[in-house]
């Protein structure tokens, strides 16, 4: 197998796709990291479709009848259901809306069987999946839409309107009554797979950078696969009588993984819960006997107040991601149900987990060891690897690695063929993997990736505003929480009520989950002296407040 990255041209001549946006907006091939094949598992074919591999041949190999997909009201989809609205929505987006492979198609809603049954349709018909959160706003959709070239959308029928206000391609809702599942009652529920290669694009996943700016990661048809014959595989080790549930979106590479191509890849079922909270992750672990769960460290806290009253017995491994596990959680949760938390390191630009420790291999306060299938080592500034016991830059190659779509931060991502995530970390004698810091301005709250900058653009649309700075608080339930320190207009005077206003504006102005929980009014804010905001000095400050 390759072991380096393919420039757009050579992309170009092995790809099944007639639109080739994808293959021309790749990194060059001396910006993309090294990539090694070394497991037997991962030596796939040229040819290889991963909705083809997560479906048709699970139906082929017996499981058609064995259930699939279900959702928190207890409606169930069996393999077979699934396959044949698969092929009838591929039917729909190739003959009636005149899709050809290559093109690219939104994804939008909650996490439900209809959403899963349409990324699966969007692989086979060798489409591109471009999934977004329900919750983005209308101008964070517009940039999604212009930097992916959007050629259609499919849209849970509750969601429509804010991608409508943007949107300059057609719009297809799902759901239960709606145009989609009209369109899938007139065609064939024969299909005819696209035979994509496996270096074919499968997906373009959306990522905010410390700007703001969001990142298109592409990632291959090969790749889907590969992180559940790596990471689930070893640390999870899922078997088809296996129910799969958790919180992650199924637009955030976790939940994607986790929620449906982990269990589809060994004809399991999967749980998709449109609400899942603590308390509501925890009822339907009881109501559904959830067996595999993956959530954020801090649902994991949340649940310990209440999670011995509840029956939990069904579960048997629970995966932890997305933001560092304080080890707190870890110990009083085993304390708690005698499960030891699989903790996982990973990345959306590397698609998923690639360090972890699951049963006895675990180390109480260390992520773990590179999952089988990658590197994992700590480099210096010069991007030269250091001894053991000291803090440096982590850096990984594998299976997967940094696609951007046409975008300049590859270079940063990427270095001398290493992924470097942009995590502080060190390394022991024994290869296990110790999480320091962030290494940008990133803030990490409840699993979600929230950009400084970005939320200060929302904050300064507020007509009371003047400036705004935004940093990351630590915080024993979010892990950390977004807070911002204003400087008002002359015309305003500081106040609970104001600071709650701007607070709803912010909601109302990006995905809520970003607003400020914290907001300090201040006269005026750290600044270099040609103007340039000095954030760090908000964060040494903050820092200090914890001491």
């Not at 909650?110 to 699966?120: E, R, T």
């Not at 009588?241 to 939940?255: C, E, V």
């Not at 470097?420 to 390394?427: E, I, Q």
């Not at 892990?479 to 002359?490: E, N, P, Q, R, T």
């Amino acid at each position: 197998m390759p072991t380096g990255g393919s420039s757009a041209s050579e992309s170009a001549i092995t790809s099944a796709y007639l639109d080739t946006f994808v293959n021309e907006n790749l990194p060059p091939a001396n910006l993309q990291p090294e990539f090694t094949y070394e497991l037997l598992s991962l030596k796939y074919p040229l040819s290889l479709n991963c909705g083809v591999e997560l479906l048709d041949k699970m139906v082929e190999k017996g499981f058609g009848e064995h259930r699939c997909l279900r959702d928190g009201a207890g409606t169930e989809w069996t393999y077979s259901e699934v396959l044949d609205r698969a092929n009838r929505i591929a039917n729909v987006l190739k003959d009636t809306y005149g899709l050809v492979a290559g093109n690219r198609v939104l994804l939008r809603g909650p996490n439900n069987p209809w959403l899963a049954v349409c990324w699966l349709a969007v692989q086979k018909a060798g489409l591109v999946a471009v999934a977004t959160m329900p919750m983005l706003r209308a101008n964070e959709l517009s940039v999604v839409i212009e930097k992916a070239k959007i050629n259609l959308s499919l849209c849970d029928t509750r969601f429509t309107d804010e991608l409508a206000s943007v949107a300059t391609h057609p719009i297809v809702d799902f759901g239960q009554g709606s145009l989609l599942e009209k369109a899938m009652n007139s065609v064939s529920n024969v299909f005819i797979n696209c035979q994509t290669m496996s270096s074919d694009i499968a997906l373009i996943a959306f990522t905010s950078g410390t700007t703001g700016q969001p990142k298109g990661c592409m990632h291959q048809h090969r790749d889907v696969l590969a992180i559940a014959d790596t990471f689930s595989n070893q640390m999870i080790n899922p078997t088809s009588d296996d129910l799969f549930s958790g919180s992650p979106p199924l637009a955030f590479t976790f939940g994607l993984g986790a929620l449906l191509v982990f269990p589809l890849r060994v004809g399991a079922c999967a749980l998709l819960l449109e609400a899942a909270s603590p308390p509501m992750l925890l009822e339907a672990i009881t109501k559904h006997r959830v067996t595999i769960v993956s959530t954020a460290p801090t649902a994991y806290r949340a649940m310990l107040e209440t999670i011995s009253s509840a029956d939990i017995s069904s579960l048997r491994a629970c995966v932890s991601a997305g933001e560092p596990l304080a080890l707190d959680t870890r110990i009083r949760f085993e304390k708690l149900t005698g499960i030891k938390l699989i903790d996982g390191l990973g990345a959306t630009e590397m698609l998923h987990v690639f360090i972890s420790a699951t049963g006895d291999g675990i180390r109480p306060g260390a992520i773990g060891k590179p999952v089988n299938g990658f590197t994992v080592t700590i480099l210096d500034d010069d991007y030269n690897e250091v001894a053991p016991g000291v803090v440096g830059h982590l850096a990984v190659k594998g299976p997967t690695g940094c696609r951007y779509l046409n975008d300049d931060r590859q270079k940063n991502y990427v270095r001398n063929g290493w992924n470097l995530p942009g995590d502080a970390m060190y390394r022991d004698e024994d290869n296990y993997f110790w999480y320091q810091a962030r290494a940008d301005d990133m803030i990490i709250s409840s699993g979600y990736n929230i950009a400084g900058p970005e939320v200060e653009a929302a904050v300064l649309t507020h007509t009371s505003i003047r400036e705004c700075a935004c940093v990351g608080v630590s915080d024993i339930e979010r892990g950390m929480v977004v807070k911002a320190f204003i400087v008002l207009k002359d015309s305003y005077t500081p106040s609970d009520e104001l600071a709650k206003e701007i607070q709803d504006h912010v909601k109302a102005t990006i995905a809520p989950y970003k607003y400020p929980r914290l907001i300090e009014f201040r006269n005026e804010l750290p600044k270099t002296a040609t103007g340039k905001m000095q954030r760090y000095r908000l964060r040494s400050e903050v820092a200090d407040d914890k001491r």
